[in-house]
């Protein structure tokens, strides 16, 4: 029977998984080389930046992560080095001017079921429905067509696709700004477990040749 | 030296004896893989101490701080999203090493006389980490943890009389909120070590029993060999296949098993679109839905927990073992696996007619497996005596018996 129950017991586990996602989302790949996670810090804090904020990231660790330090200098304008991405406007006057304060994008690419796919899909989502502007994966959504998905213009559109890949990959950074270390030092320990398993495997083999020449009970 | 300092502590504790004991000890040596997960459950008890440990260094329990220090962890801790990924893969780690660990023992028999204590003491193990990952779970502070331990205290409303009071009591104030954060915190943090004492518990019950084996025939003097050397380095091997999967999970899925949800604040003014237990709850969490009154609900979840104890009464059959001679057991036995995926399936997607109706019948089913095998291990007893052609050794057992 050895093997026959290994099966259900992963498909149990990944059981949870198995909910579909109300809107259908664009799987489109989100790039992860540095250029375009720089260029969507960019998008991200001068763009974006004028309603939200990102809590969890500080200017210095946009230095940290190669957006020159003239750059970021002229985005903190007198803000500290040390401080969290402040958003442009104040939660009052988000409140007032759209009716609800925008979320914090610190983890946005880890709070929505579909991550980056989702903020792509999103992004991308706006639909020009007989003159009205509206978002097709999030309906409710406040916020306007910011990179104008909505365009009806093929190369209007490529470039806002462009922006909103930019600006996922660099949300999937700031969400998660050690996974690359985190990848790379994994390809490391695994390689060391397997070896490790390995040399076990055959230690065992030849610490039990003698029980295994018995055959069965 | 090392001699007369060891002769020294043996006169006033018995050391070579313990470590003698522990490493002579005798197992039957055709103990397949499926006896590697005893030990792993084991191991990932320790990750969980130790990561537990050093994250408990750097996390805040107090509602306005909780959540900003988990991020604190992931981003300024050294190493600090390694701890926090191997503690929350670790919670799922030790569920499925556990569930592995006690399918293994339904399908082998292993609860079976003489061996209903070490049973029962697993089962004690089982109901202490399912309370403790539950603690643990709402001191991330995220959505689904706040909603989550909001659901799963109001079920004791249910409780007769006292309801109300129960679950004031447990959330130490009228809502889930500051008071119930650090009261799960501190009984976090004490939680793993009453299950090391129960691990201890639950090893000395086996000391005195010994291992089962996947005949359920207990197994001449021959075919018993020392647990050291041949055991230590077969949990090695299982060790280092372990541990490839829970990193490769730690390093390049460690979102796998943290809802999206749960990386928004929590929340009490604004109900998540869907709440979710973790997937180890989820069979549980489906059977407690599937019953349409409350207490009924939670009586029945309760039930479907404690159930397991009563395995060595429910199973009549003098056929030794599990289902290696048995094959209407064997058969029970996948459909009881079968169905628990299927309400693991009903537990995790939003409640529809078609799920509702599917949960009950699921529900049926598991406690149907349970409540008519006594009659079907007496019948199947029967039947395969009648066919014969039973091995010699469990003959042998019977004839004495009759």
């Known amino acids: ?217 | 030296m090392f001699k007369r300092a060891l002769a020294w502590v043996d006169e006033r504790f018995p050391l070579s004896h313990f470590v003698k004991d522990t490493a002579e000890y005798g197992t039957p040596r055709n103990l397949n893989y499926w006896w590697n997960f005893g030990s792993l459950a084991g191991l990932v008890l320790v990750i969980q101490l130790v990561t537990g440990i050093f994250l408990a260094m750097h996390y805040k329990a107090d509602i306005n701080t909780a959540f900003d220090s988990i991020q604190h962890i992931m981003r300024d801790v050294n190493y600090g999203w390694l701890l926090r990924y191997m503690h929350s893969t670790g919670a799922s780690a030790f569920f499925a090493v556990v569930f592995i660990h006690m399918a293994r023992t339904l399908f082998y028999g292993s609860y079976r006389a003489p061996r209903e204590l070490l049973w029962w003491t697993g089962q004690g193990l089982l109901l202490l980490l399912m309370a403790t990952a539950f603690m643990g779970y709402l001191l991330p502070w995220g959505q689904m943890s706040y909603w989550g331990a909001a659901v799963i205290t109001n079920l004791f409303r249910a409780t007769p009389f006292f309801g109300e009071h129960v679950v004031i009591w447990l959330r130490g104030d009228f809502q889930v909120g500051d008071a119930t954060l650090t009261r799960f915190y501190a009984l976090h943090y004490l939680m793993p070590f009453v299950i090391v004492g129960a691990v201890m518990i639950h090893l000395i019950a086996l000391h005195t029993v010994k291992s089962s084996n996947p005949t359920g025939v207990e197994l001449k003097e021959k075919d018993i060999i020392p647990f050291h050397p041949y055991y230590t380095i077969k949990d090695m091997f299982g060790v280092g296949a372990f541990l490839i999967v829970y990193f490769g999970v730690v390093f390049f899925a460690p979102n796998m098993f943290i809802e999206a949800a749960n990386n928004i604040p929590a929340n009490p003014m604004q109900t998540p679109a869907h709440i979710v237990p973790e997937w180890y709850f989820l069979p549980f969490y489906a059977i407690l839905r599937s019953v349409p009154d409350l207490a009924g609900g939670v009586v029945a979840m309760g039930l479907s927990v404690l159930i397991f104890a009563a395995m060595p009464y429910l199973d009549r059959s003098r056929i030794p073992g599990g289902a290696v001679y048995r094959p209407f057991y064997r058969i029970l036995f996948f459909i009881f696996i079968a169905n628990m995926l299927v309400l693991g399936y009903v537990g995790a997607v939003p409640p529809t007619d078609k799920t509702i109706v599917i949960g009950q019948i699921a529900t049926l089913v598991y406690f149907g497996t349970f409540l008519l095998l006594p009659f079907i291990s007496k019948k199947e007893e029967s039947y395969l005596i009648k066919r014969g052609g039973l091995p010699a050794a469990v003959n042998e057992l019977l004839g004495k018996k009759n």
Not at chain 1, 135 to 142: L, P, Q, S, W
Not at chain 1, 180 to 192: A, F, H, P, Q, T
Request: proline share 5%; charged share 20%.
């Open chain 1, 1 to 217: 029977m050895n093997k026959r129950f290994l099966l259900p017991m992963l498909l149990c586990m990944f059981s949870s998984f198995a909910v579909a996602n109300e809107a259908e989302l664009d799987h489109t790949p989100i790039p992860t080389d540095k250029a375009s996670v720089l260029r969507g810090a960019e998008q991200v804090i001068t763009v974006c930046g004028a309603c939200h904020g990102m809590k969890y990231i500080q200017y210095r660790n946009l230095v940290e992560l190669g957006v020159p330090k003239e750059t970021v200098d002229t985005w903190r304008g007198d803000k500290h080095l040390n401080s969290a991405v402040q958003p442009g406007m104040d939660a009052a006057s988000a409140q007032a001017a759209y009716g609800v304060v925008p979320p914090d994008l610190s983890l946005m690419a880890l709070a929505r079921e579909g991550g980056v796919h989702y903020l792509y899909s999103y992004l991308m989502g706006y639909k020009n429905e007989n003159g009205e502007v509206k978002n097709t994966v999030f309906t409710v959504t406040k916020m306007p067509d910011i990179l104008g998905s909505a365009t009806d213009d093929p190369k209007a559109r490529e470039e806002a696709a462009a922006k909103a890949k930019d600006v996922a990959a660099f949300l999937n950074w700031a969400a998660d700004p050690h996974g690359e270390d985190r990848k790379s030092l994994g390809m490391y320990v695994l390689i060391y477990l397997a070896i490790m398993t390995v040399l076990f495997y055959l230690w065992k083999k030849q610490i039990w040749r003698k029980v295994d020449a018995m055959g069965k009970v």
